[in-house]
């Protein structure tokens, strides 16, 4: 990560920082499965753990696994961030992504589970729980795109 420009890592860095330390506050002042309604009927911070993948899937499966996926996607990440296909857009939504990835990791590292908190109930539809890391993965995997719809739109006016 040594070709990574400066806001590039300060955002990396804020990215980890804002997601542990909200996993940490969750963690340390509710109990497991404990609530607070903040929207009630619709929104609330509700302590869970998370020991599959996104939507729990794969729940209780290997860590190991879930190590390896996890860093085979982080070389893919740094790899196309460093090569000259991509543009400053899609290096911002890679950072995202790469931040909110390791986030995740690093829970699954230290307590073998991801801290999930964020409850929507959407119409009735209890949306599954996640975190500062799932919210940042998101956003990049959208930038990521918005960069290469760009791109193709660009050539296309070429």
Aim: overall charge negative; some cysteine.
């Amino acid at each position: 990560m040594s070709s990574m420009k400066r806001k590039h890592i300060v955002a990396f860095i804020l990215i980890l920082v804002l997601d542990q330390l909200t996993k940490i506050a969750i963690s340390s002042n509710l109990q497991l499965f404990e609530s607070i309604d903040v929207i009630s009927g619709f929104f609330s911070i509700t302590y869970v753990r998370n020991t599959g993948a996104a939507w729990s899937i794969m729940e209780g499966g290997s860590m190991v696994i879930f190590y390896l996926i996890t860093i085979v996607a982080l070389v893919i990440m740094i790899s196309y961030y460093r090569s000259a296909e991509c543009d400053d857009l899609g290096r911002w939504g890679l950072v995202m992504m790469m931040g909110g990835t390791l986030g995740n990791f690093l829970d699954r590292l230290r307590l073998q589970y991801v801290v999930d908190f964020f409850a929507f109930n959407i119409f009735g539809y209890d949306f599954p729980v996640f975190n500062v890391a799932d919210i940042f993965l998101c956003l990049g995997v959208g930038v990521l795109v918005l960069s290469f719809i760009l791109e193709g739109v660009k050539k296309h006016e070429a």
